[in-house]
């Protein structure tokens, strides 16, 4: 996998709050765009898109069938941006750790904000591990940010729910906002339990290029 770095579109937004860079092969699904409401110009900007793309596909079955995908996927996005989502990336990777004959990896990358009771951020970090259930492999980071934790847990879909039920590895990054009433939390998840050490230390590279102010602060433009 590769760690090449890209620097997220929040470096150039000064409201963003927080700020970070992912490795290469990680596609912003943009949220805003996606869930746009009716004739806002973002919905009107959806549609130029998937116009050429709907035209392309030439049966009628397909087309609906990708329709009712895409409203699925909105529907998912909707979910998270209610439990405070802020930025949601997938990421396509080649499992060269099998050589020639790897296959192709997915993942999904998240942002989210979580309210918190004021306490010192050390504080916070510990707590936020202390409380997730069934989580593993507990770690406190000193990131340049500030004080952090990280964990993991692996999931797997009941019956009830209709999902295949392949198990899900979710890594966790907690990291306790300056002013103390917030957290960030990044989470990476994958159906890859195997590579969990690959993808915790991509995970920890995103964690130690956080920052909670902009790091164009200072720079000419």
């Not at 909670?212 to 720079?219: Q, R």
Request: proline share 8%; glycine share 6%.
């Amino acid at each position: 996998m590769t760690h090449r770095v890209i620097i997220d579109d929040s470096a150039s937004d000064p409201s963003a709050g927080i700020w970070f860079a992912v490795p290469g092969g990680f596609t912003e699904l943009p949220i805003d765009v996606l869930l746009a409401p009716p004739a806002s110009a973002e919905a009107d900007r959806l549609a130029q898109a998937l116009t050429p793309l709907l035209e392309a596909i030439p049966d009628g079955v397909t087309r609906q069938q990708f329709i009712a995908q895409l409203a699925s996927g909105q529907q998912f996005l909707r979910a998270l941006r209610e439990v405070g989502t802020v930025h949601c990336s997938l990421g396509v990777h080649r499992d060269d750790t099998a050589g020639d004959n790897g296959g192709t990896l997915h993942s999904l990358f998240t942002v989210s904000w979580r309210d918190i009771a004021w306490s010192p951020r050390s504080v916070s970090a510990a707590r936020a591990v202390a409380a997730a259930e069934q989580h593993s492999h507990v770690e406190y980071l000193d990131l340049p940010s500030g004080p952090a934790s990280m964990s993991e847990t692996v999931r797997t879909p009941t019956s009830e729910s209709g999902l295949p039920p392949t198990p899900l590895l979710q890594i966790c990054a907690y990291l306790p906002h300056p002013d103390c009433k917030r957290m960030a939390v990044l989470t990476l998840s994958t159906t890859a339990v195997d590579r969990r050490d690959q993808y915790r230390t991509i995970l920890r590279q995103i964690a130690e290029l956080t920052s909670f102010e902009s790091p164009l602060i200072g720079v000419q433009p």
